[in-house]
């Protein structure tokens, strides 16, 4: 069965999680990788009362933009039990913009520390882009 055309799968790692991404676009990629670390930690938001949030960032490269990114969703997390299933994520050269919307956590039965650097990068393929993530657990 082929892969659809973006999506993200668990993939084995010894000590911590990983999780493999691919998507056509960058934008696409980083949504993929929100979605996958969410499922990974196995998070339920909430059904009622969405909330709203617009993240900035600037990095010197995509690798560290998406470990910023990533890191920030877990900060929502933390400090305000916020998780988010919709973003809208715009990619220039060095920064990040992203709308997200989401609710208060219902449950997370597990929990992601850090996003890390191991072995990552962002490769251009055929179809688009892929990356492999290490989650600190």
């Known amino acids: 069965m082929k892969d659809p055309i973006s999506g993200y799968r668990e993939i084995e790692h010894t000590a911590d999680w990983a999780l493999h991404v691919w998507a056509p676009d960058l934008e696409t990629l980083f949504c ?6 969410y499922a990974l930690a196995e998070t339920e938001l909430a059904s ?4 709203a949030r617009r993240v900035e960032l600037q990095a010197p490269d995509h690798e560290t933009l998406l470990v910023a990114f990533l890191n920030e969703l877990l900060f929502f997390g933390e400090n305000e039990g916020l998780g988010f299933d919709r973003f809208e994520i715009s990619i220039s050269h060095s920064s990040l913009t992203a709308a997200l919307v989401g609710a208060e956590m219902v449950s997370r039965k597990k929990e992601i520390k850090a996003v890390t650097f191991h072995n990552l990068q962002v490769a251009s393929t055929p179809g688009g882009f892929e990356v492999t993530i290490v989650f600190d657990v």
């Open 32 to 37: 993929q990788a929100a979605i996958g670390m």
């Open 48 to 51: 009622a009362k969405r909330l």
